[in-house]
């Protein structure tokens, strides 16, 4: 069983706030991913992470931020939040090589900016 | 640029068909093909494939990877309503880099 957890799992604001979606992983993994999903539509990379203090920005440009000071946590913060930015945040990580698998995702934070 | 296009977006069975999802990639230092099942939530993962010709299989589902052609086919035979899902095909470089298709939308009419 994967541990992966993020919150909220649901908010809803209004716009110009400043939110952080948490993510945290009890496995010790050092790569941690951040996706977006509209719904019904693909997931698009937005940040990712190899460990402790890197971060790399994805394929999607995002006004997201995301910091990596310890391993278990990935949080994805938007400084000021906008209509566009309602969506679906997943999150997730990958284990360390060799692996049978491959990421494991956590349940998701549905974004609503009013 | 790395790109994973699937093919059909959607699709729509009756309850029993079978169906083949198509994903073709272009990505450099490719590492490995993944097949993801999408209901509500998170995706859950079904397939990681890294060598070209060897069948992986779960069950009704069961998918291929062919390096050649650059493609991955996933299979479902006796589909049933359950089956009914996006399923995303995924590519992973070897910096650990994943990037997703937009999914195929299969509904399995009973």
């Known amino acids: 069983e994967a541990d992966i957890y993020q919150t909220p799992r649901y908010l809803v604001i209004g716009t110009g706030k400043k939110i952080t979606l948490e993510c945290s992983q009890t496995?010790?993994?050092?790569?941690m991913y951040w996706y977006q999903q509209d719904p019904g539509m693909e997931l698009h990379l937005i940040h990712y992470s190899y460990g402790v203090n890197s971060t790399e920005k994805g394929d999607l440009s995002s006004e997201s931020t995301v910091s990596r000071i310890r391993t278990e946590h990935f949080p994805l913060t938007l400084e000021s939040a906008r209509p566009s930015h309602t969506s679906q945040y997943l999150c997730?990580?990958?284990?360390?090589?060799?692996?049978?698998?491959?990421?494991?995702f956590g349940p998701g934070t549905r974004l609503t900016v009013l | 640029e790395d790109k994973v296009v699937q093919s059909p977006l959607s699709l729509v069975v009756h309850e029993g068909d079978t169906v083949t999802l198509n994903c073709s990639y272009e990505v450099t230092n490719f590492r490995s093909l993944l097949w993801y099942k999408q209901e509500k939530k998170a995706p859950t993962f079904l397939f990681m494939l890294?060598?070209?010709?060897i069948e992986k299989k779960s069950g009704r589902l069961s998918s291929i990877l062919d390096k050649k052609e650059l493609s991955s086919i996933l299979n479902i035979t006796a589909t049933q309503t359950g089956d009914s899902a996006i399923y995303l095909c995924a590519v992973e470089d070897r910096d650990d880099k994943i990037i997703f298709g937009k999914g195929t939308r299969l509904h399995i009419l009973p």
């Open positions: 496995m010790g993994h050092d790569k």
């Open positions: 997730a990580s990958l284990p360390p090589r060799p692996r049978g698998d491959t990421q494991y």
């Open positions: 890294t060598s070209s010709g």
